[in-house]
């Protein structure tokens, strides 16, 4: 059986890890017969997002881990004891906090900063040369990540690839259902719900990255 190690970035699509995104990934695992673990880093988020009506909540801090804690029912882990040896497969869903807490592309794009914590499991994967897919937005830090030209896909938003591009990626235009493979360096990317406009059309993507993924060798 296969483990894989999924890195969350807090829980609501605004401010954190996308809540439907996260949960059709784990779900996709499980039924292609393979096992996960849940991390994310114990830090503040960026800031917190009223989803309601959009607004930031001014005064207001929460913990990407404790958020994320959420969305697992409590079983997760501190990114810091991820340790690439033990799991086959690397994988993060999209979401704006992928962009804002794991990393700041959403705020500051190709001149962005990133977590050393998620930079140093997600490099270690990269080093190791084992699988890893990254859903939505997120693929801004395999952009990160790979550089080199890398192939990945945030669906077809011109200013985002420009951005991703810039930050030593080669993006690659791609539909809801699809995905984009670099067998280079074993990256798997699909849009999601940067072009998903249901769950269903969310789960057609996310199910194909994780089927993908995990039929790597």
Avoid: W
Wanted: hydrophobic residues 45%.
């Amino acid at each position: 059986m296969k483990q894989v190690a999924v890195i969350l970035s807090g829980s609501g699509v605004y401010d954190g890890a996308e809540l439907q995104e996260a949960v059709l990934t784990l779900l996709a695992i499980e039924l292609e017969g393979a096992s996960y673990q849940c991390f994310a880093p114990n830090v503040d988020q960026l800031h917190v997002i009223n989803h309601l009506t959009g607004d930031v909540v001014e005064g207001e801090t929460r913990n990407v881990l404790v958020e994320s804690a959420r969305i697992t029912r409590g079983d997760i882990k501190p990114l810091t004891e991820c340790n690439v040896d033990e799991f086959d497969v690397l994988v993060l869903p999209g979401g704006f906090g992928a962009a804002k807490n794991l990393c700041t592309f959403a705020v500051e794009g190709a001149d962005c900063s990133f977590n050393e914590d998620v930079l140093t499991v997600c490099q270690a994967f990269a080093k190791a040369r084992k699988p890893a897919a990254y859903a939505c937005i997120a693929p801004a830090l395999a952009a990160k990540v790979y550089g080199n030209g890398v192939k990945l896909t945030i669906g077809n938003d011109k200013g985002t690839a420009e951005g991703l591009n810039a930050l030593g990626a080669s993006h690659v235009d791609c539909d809801v259902d699809d995905v984009v493979i670099d067998n280079e360096v074993k990256l798997v990317t699909t849009p999601a719900y940067m072009l998903a406009e249901n769950v269903s059309q969310a789960h057609r993507s996310i199910s194909k990255m994780v089927q993908t993924v995990l039929g790597m060798k």
